[in-house]
């Protein structure tokens, strides 16, 4: 019996070693595609400053209608500290948000998020 356990002792070993090798493996390809994810996303949501694009809309816009943050929060219904993280990209806005700002500075979600140039409005369905 003693020779069987000495035996499969390497067994064990080369198994472990082997699964340390995958796990390791299967690590590093993890946070290959998440760094490479998130180039993506600096890509799509960042503007040649370093600012995020969709943020900067929503600032501009404001700006753009003479509002201080404090009113544009008001309309939001949120806090001025929140709105202001808003516009500094520093924490995210709900849809809903930018659907009332959407409407508020009559133009569509996808110009303020950045998803194209045009500022008009979409043309209500019927």
Known sequence: MESDASETAPIKRAYIFLYGI????????????ISKIRLI?????????????????????RIDKGLSQKQVAELLGVSYKTYSAYEKGKRHIGALQLIV???????????????TDKKAPYPKGK
């Open 22 to 33: 995958i796990f390791i493996t299967s690590q590093n390809i993890l946070l290959s595609f």
């Open 101 to 115: 700002l959407a409407n508020f500075y009559h133009t569509s979600v996808d110009y303020l998020l950045g998803r």
């Open 41 to 61: 996303y600096r890509e799509i949501c960042y503007d040649a400053s370093g600012v995020r694009q969709m943020y900067s809309r929503i600032r501009d816009s």
